[in-house]
């Protein structure tokens, strides 16, 4: 079935480094959604990418969806300690026998002031 | 209302013993998904209804686990005879659309312990 794969698991950095979190499909997306969950909170939808080399930006976030929308990647510019939580990538694939959103394994940032 | 309200926040249950979830999706959405949530980050999907019925149910371990929504009243998840394995936060989230294309407002979670 389709899979969601995400790199890395985790990623410590140092505050005002940056971080940068990777998504691959092994079947082409129609969208690709990202999440931020915070430690003991529940997941926050952050952006929907949905065109072939799409990106946007929100403040010092990047997000990324590839040519062939079968990858994804957030980054973040000059973290901060606020930054700190899980994120989440989600994709759809509306020709799938499962129309919702398949999660990856989720990328664990944690920032050290 | 404006968020997805959960219920209860914990629920401990002994190994055996039923648990019952419930979820209230946001005022206008009709579409409600149930994820599983363990130690590990992974999100599994368990099951997903349009209003009343179900859409998708290919996660759900048919078994022990069952879930309704039913007019005029929160969406439950209900897992008979739960097992040590069943621990988990599990989330509730609803959305305007079924097919991945509109974003998921999540609840706050459930986290059900079984010991």
């Known amino acids: 079935g389709q899979q969601v794969m995400q790199i890395p698991q985790y990623q410590h950095v140092q505050e005002g480094e940056d971080f940068t979190t990777y998504c691959n499909s092994s079947?082409?997306?129609?969208?690709i959604q990202w999440y931020k969950q915070r430690p003991g909170g529940h997941p926050v939808f952050l952006i929907q990418?949905?065109?072939?080399?799409e990106v946007k930006k929100q403040k010092r976030l990047t997000f990324q969806f590839g040519e062939a929308k079968k990858n994804s990647s957030l980054h973040i510019t000059a973290t901060q300690t606020t930054d700190v939580g899980t994120y989440f990538c989600?994709?759809?694939?509306?020709?799938?026998?499962?129309?919702?959103?398949?999660f990856g394994k989720g990328t664990k940032l944690s920032v050290k002031p | 209302g404006e968020e997805v309200a959960q219920t209860p926040k914990h629920l401990v249950r002994g190994e055996g013993q039923k648990a019952k979830l419930y979820c209230a999706p946001i005022k206008g959405h009709s579409y409600v998904f149930w994820y599983q949530q363990v130690l590990k980050n992974e999100f599994k999907f368990l099951i997903s209804?349009?209003?009343?019925?179900?859409?998708?149910e290919t996660g759900m371990p048919k078994e022990r686990f069952s879930a309704k929504c039913l007019p005029n009243s929160p969406c439950s998840l209900e897992i008979q005879a739960t097992k040590l394995e069943d621990s988990a936060v599990y989330f509730c989230a609803s959305s305007q659309s079924s097919r991945g294309n509109s974003p998921l407002h999540f609840g706050n979670g459930t986290r059900l312990t079984v010991t």
């Open positions: 079947t082409t997306l129609s969208n």
């Open positions: 989600a994709g759809s694939n509306y020709g799938g026998s499962q129309g919702n959103l398949i």
């Open positions: 990418l949905v065109k072939s080399g």
């Open positions: 209804f349009q209003n009343e019925n179900v859409f998708d």
